[in-house]
């Protein structure tokens, strides 16, 4: 725990205007983004006395071991590099809005030549035009059902348009009416872009001039003697009817506005956002934050604008904004919000009329929100803190493990042999965190020796990191840690190099590779409280001999051993037992099993990959449109194999040097073996000499053996 007096600025260092801080640990991690109108005012509040501050401030302030800020011109400019330093730096003790589910939006991919009407979920795309969001995925699909019928667009996906279009025959949408059928060319492509806009229309609020351009047509044609179609106009009219029966009219005028309301207490805030377009109520979604330090309502409602608008541009950004109480102050943010959308935005708060009666409604709704989330909050967390804490004193450890990583190991009878480390912190999969290794020390099936190298490849870049950072103790012990940073990978690279770590086997997941400067989360940099091992007391030996090796011993190691869920500590003879109620074993057997599933997930891609090669792969400079179309000509490699140098040049695109190096690779390659029908011992003479396949796992051969069998030689 740090002291603030030991990192405040000097008097006058601070400058008196604008600007936005960040507050970093000891790891050079951004724990804190905040802005001021004056740095020096706003900066001074954090270092008076500890008893005067909020305790989630105290708390904040005494983990950072830094200070540090950026001066900018306006109020603006400091509203947008906070939201921008927030959403790059996830610092923990910044409020960040949680979705309470991943809300399903209705899109209309208008990228595309042929546009399609589907449910999309996560981050907007450029081209593709969204409404919602909606409760439910089924409120959606109601919706388009019945719009179908009047507006006939694409629903297939990519897949079934091309096969469509292959075969010449639309799907069964096309047969009853609900497809214009574009893939067999039904209609022309403008004229289905036509259909989309209308469709688009329609559900951005512009449906009356439609249902009475509908309503005359319907009149014309009854009054021609065309009764079928009058019918059929008749029936479309009932079904835009229907549609838009399902949101109710809440405002009188059409207006185009998003309410915010928010429920709060002093640890957690609710927020409820309604978005209401044409006057009736198109989304809803709602969100749930800690409140880490001691904020006003204006200040939350100001960090739900940032999160609801930071990415938003155009309509997407209403021209009413109606919140339970405006920023301090309102001014910059309102400012903020008139540039993302190009024109005015009002943003104040409702007094009178419809609009204050459905703030009322959307504050309910937040205070409800706020009721059911601390009521599986407060479950959540007692559950999880009792397991550390079981965890703590089972294992004899100083303090609750709110770190921990896991080990696994996954092969297939010693081929393709890996390894996952898995990261839960509070008690919670942390899954950016997650890592994964290729063994590369040694060939075959050897689970003890395969750990000892992962823990040690693990631990040896934390120490490089260390070494590289400055993060060393004065005397002996910095000399023997750096000696241990400086080591070599098993191909002699430093391991102080970056891009030694890609090739040393360790990647990267659920994201790209992030910069180690700048407080961003660096690889393998932050140390756990506890390692723990998939496996039984030999597992547990290496794992703690890599770590002696190293010089490290303020970390504990334990192992989970699968068949009595035993707990192995190093150099104990006899294991660990929890009680099968034990809410400490519960968290272990979660955190064992996620570094299963993902050690196996990585095993299972990499085999694939290794049985999907082929021998045009090692033919240098020939890139894979090449290569299909070679496949293509042939017909298979079988084929192509057997083809001369001046066949090889008929195909287009292949040069006779090409030809060549194509002609000489396939004679040097050996083909593959033929497949066996595993259940019939059938020879399956397969012309590409690829491996036969099932429909469960596309491109992967089958064992032999019964499924018994085969989950038994898959680690």
């Given at each position: 725990?740090?002291?603030?007096?030991?990192?405040?600025?000097?008097?006058?260092?601070?400058?008196?205007?604008?600007?936005?801080?960040?507050?970093?640990?000891?790891?050079?991690?951004?724990?804190?983004?905040?802005?001021?109108?004056?740095?020096?005012?706003?900066?001074?509040?954090?270092?008076?006395?500890?008893?005067?501050?909020h305790?989630?401030?105290?708390?904040?302030?005494?983990t950072?071991?830094?200070?540090?800020?950026t001066?900018?011109?306006?109020?603006?400019?400091?509203?947008?590099?906070?939201?921008?330093?927030i959403?790059?730096?996830?610092?923990?003790?910044?409020?960040?809005?949680?979705d309470?589910?991943?809300?399903?939006y209705?899109?209309?991919?208008?990228?595309?030549?042929?546009?399609?009407?589907?449910?999309?979920?996560?981050?907007?795309k450029?081209?593709?035009?969204?409404?919602?969001?909606?409760?439910?995925?089924?409120?959606?699909?109601?919706?388009?059902?019945?719009?179908?019928?009047?507006?006939?667009?694409?629903?297939?996906?990519?897949?079934?348009?091309?096969?469509?279009?292959r075969?010449?025959?639309?799907?069964?949408?096309?047969?009853?009416?609900?497809?214009?059928?574009?893939?067999?060319?039904?209609?022309?492509?403008?004229?289905?872009?036509?259909?989309?806009e209308?469709?688009?229309?329609?559900?951005?609020?512009?449906?009356?001039?439609?249902?009475?351009?509908?309503?005359?047509?319907?009149?014309?044609?009854?009054?021609?003697?065309?009764?079928?179609?009058?019918?059929?106009?008749?029936?479309?009219?009932?079904?835009?009817?229907?549609?838009?029966?399902?949101?109710?009219?809440?405002?009188?005028?059409?207006?185009?506005?998003?309410?915010?309301?928010?429920?709060?207490?002093?640890?957690?805030?609710?927020?409820?956002?309604?978005?209401?377009?044409?006057?009736?109520?198109?989304?809803?979604?709602?969100?749930?934050?800690?409140?880490?330090?001691?904020?006003?309502?204006?200040?939350?409602?100001?960090?739900?604008?940032?999160?609801?608008?930071?990415?938003?541009?155009?309509?997407?950004?209403?021209?009413?904004?109606?919140?339970p109480?405006?920023?301090?102050?309102?001014?910059?943010?309102?400012?903020?919000?008139?540039?993302?959308?190009?024109?005015?935005?009002?943003?104040?708060?409702?007094?009178?009329?419809?609009?204050?009666?459905?703030?009322?409604?959307?504050?309910?709704?937040?205070?409800?929100?706020?009721?059911?989330?601390?009521?599986?909050?407060?479950?959540?967390l007692?559950?999880?803190?009792?397991?550390?804490?079981?965890?703590?004193?089972?294992?004899?450890?100083?303090?609750a493990?709110?770190?921990?990583?896991?080990y696994?190991?996954?092969?297939?009878?010693?081929?393709?042999v890996?390894?996952?480390?898995?990261?839960?912190?509070?008690?919670?999969?942390?899954?950016?965190?997650?890592?994964?290794?290729?063994?590369?020390?040694f060939?075959?099936?050897?689970?003890?020796?395969?750990?000892?190298?992962?823990?040690?490849?693990?631990?040896?870049?934390?120490?490089?990191?260390?070494?590289?950072?400055?993060?060393?103790?004065?005397?002996?012990?910095?000399?023997?840690?750096?000696?241990?940073?400086?080591?070599?990978?098993?191909?002699?690279?430093?391991?102080?190099?970056?891009?030694?770590?890609?090739?040393?086997?360790e990647?990267?997941?659920?994201?790209?590779?992030?910069?180690?400067?700048?407080?961003?989360?660096?690889?393998?940099?932050?140390?756990?409280?506890?390692?723990?091992?998939?496996?039984?007391?030999?597992?547990?030996?290496?794992?703690?001999?890599?770590?002696?090796?190293?010089?490290?011993?303020?970390?504990?190691?334990?192992?989970?051993?699968?068949?009595?869920?035993?707990?192995?500590?190093?150099?104990?003879?006899d294991?660990?037992?929890?009680?099968?109620?034990?809410?400490?074993?519960?968290?272990?057997?979660?955190?064992?099993?996620?570094?299963?599933?993902?050690?196996?997930?990585?095993?299972?891609?990499?085999?694939?990959?290794?049985?999907?090669?082929?021998?045009?792969?090692?033919?240098?400079?020939l890139g894979?449109?090449?290569?299909?179309?070679?496949?293509?000509?042939f017909?298979?490699?079988?084929?192509?194999?057997?083809?001369?140098?001046?066949?090889?040049?008929?195909?287009p695109?292949?040069?006779?040097?090409?030809?060549?190096?194509v002609?000489?690779?396939?004679?040097?390659?050996?083909?593959?073996?033929?497949?066996?029908?595993?259940?019939?011992?059938?020879?399956?003479?397969?012309?590409?000499?690829?491996?036969?396949?099932?429909?469960?796992?596309?491109g992967?051969?089958?064992?032999?053996?019964?499924?018994?069998?085969?989950?038994?030689?898959?680690?």
């Amino acid at each position: 725990m740090a002291d603030p007096s030991s990192y405040r600025p000097r008097p006058g260092e601070i400058p008196d205007s604008p600007g936005v801080y960040r507050f970093r640990d000891e790891h050079r991690r951004v724990i804190y983004v905040g802005k001021a109108k004056s740095l020096r005012q706003r900066l001074a509040n954090y270092f008076q006395d500890l008893a005067n501050l909020h305790p989630r401030t105290r708390t904040m302030v005494t983990t950072a071991a830094s200070v540090e800020w950026t001066v900018v011109s306006t109020e603006v400019e400091a509203l947008q590099l906070e939201y921008s330093w927030i959403k790059e730096y996830d610092p923990r003790f910044n409020v960040k809005y949680r979705d309470d589910k991943s809300y399903p939006y209705l899109a209309v991919t208008m990228n595309e030549e042929f546009p399609r009407v589907q449910v999309m979920r996560g981050h907007k795309k450029k081209g593709v035009r969204y409404f919602g969001p909606y409760g439910h995925a089924w409120a959606i699909r109601d919706t388009v059902d019945l719009l179908l019928r009047v507006f006939p667009v694409r629903t297939c996906s990519a897949g079934v348009f091309k096969n469509a279009a292959r075969t010449g025959r639309p799907c069964l949408l096309g047969y009853i009416g609900k497809c214009s059928a574009p893939c067999v060319e039904r209609i022309a492509p403008e004229d289905h872009r036509e259909l989309a806009e209308e469709f688009c229309d329609f559900m951005a609020g512009r449906t009356g001039t439609y249902l009475r351009r509908l309503e005359r047509q319907m009149a014309d044609a009854a009054e021609d003697m065309e009764y079928e179609r009058a019918a059929r106009l008749r029936d479309d009219i009932g079904a835009l009817k229907k549609a838009m029966e399902k949101s109710a009219v809440v405002l009188a005028d059409a207006t185009d506005a998003d309410l915010i309301a928010v429920a709060e207490d002093e640890l957690e805030a609710a927020v409820q956002i309604f978005h209401v377009r044409g006057g009736r109520v198109r989304g809803q979604r709602g969100w749930v934050t800690d409140k880490v330090e001691e904020i006003t309502t204006g200040a939350l409602v100001e960090h739900a604008l940032q999160q609801l608008y930071g990415e938003e541009t155009g309509d997407a950004v209403p021209k009413e904004v109606l919140v339970p109480a405006l920023p301090d102050p309102v001014e910059p943010v309102q400012q903020w919000l008139t540039e993302r959308r190009g024109s005015g935005v009002s943003l104040r708060i409702p007094q009178r009329g419809d609009k204050k009666a459905l703030m009322e409604t959307v504050q309910r709704n937040a205070q409800q929100a706020l009721v059911l989330h601390k009521t599986k909050r407060a479950s959540d967390l007692t559950t999880r803190s009792r397991a550390l804490e079981e965890i703590a004193e089972a294992l004899d450890l100083d303090s609750a493990p709110l770190r921990i990583e896991c080990y696994d190991i996954s092969h297939l009878q010693g081929d393709d042999v890996v390894a996952s480390m898995v990261v839960f912190e509070d008690g919670l999969a942390r899954k950016s965190e997650y890592r994964r290794f290729q063994i590369k020390g040694f060939a075959g099936q050897d689970d003890v020796r395969s750990m000892h190298e992962v823990i040690t490849r693990r631990f040896r870049r934390y120490l490089a990191e260390k070494e590289r950072t400055g993060e060393w103790a004065d005397g002996p012990d910095a000399d023997a840690a750096e000696a241990a940073g400086a080591e070599k990978g098993a191909d002699g690279r430093s391991l102080t190099d970056g891009p030694a770590a890609q090739a040393d086997g360790e990647a990267l997941v659920d994201g790209p590779a992030l910069k180690d400067d700048d407080g961003r989360p660096r690889r393998f940099a932050y140390p756990p409280q506890l390692v723990v091992v998939d496996g039984g007391q030999p597992q547990v030996a290496a794992a703690q001999r890599a770590l002696d090796e190293l010089g490290i011993d303020d970390i504990a190691v334990c192992g989970l051993a699968k068949r009595l869920e035993e707990v192995w500590l190093p150099g104990d003879d006899d294991p660990v037992v929890l009680p099968r109620t034990s809410e400490g074993l519960y968290l272990l057997q979660r955190v064992r099993d996620e570094a299963h599933r993902f050690a196996i997930t990585y095993q299972r891609a990499k085999r694939a990959k290794r049985f999907r090669s082929s021998p045009l792969d090692d033919v240098p400079g020939l890139g894979e449109t090449r290569k299909q179309a070679l496949i293509k000509h042939f017909g298979s490699v079988k084929k192509l194999r057997s083809a001369t140098i001046d066949q090889i040049c008929e195909v287009p695109g292949i040069g006779r040097k090409t030809a060549e190096t194509v002609a000489v690779a396939l004679a040097r390659a050996t083909p593959a073996a033929p497949a066996v029908n595993t259940a019939t011992g059938e020879i399956m003479d397969d012309e590409d000499g690829a491996p036969e396949t099932t429909a469960d796992a596309p491109g992967e051969p089958v064992p032999a053996g019964t499924p018994d069998e085969r989950r038994g030689q898959e680690r």
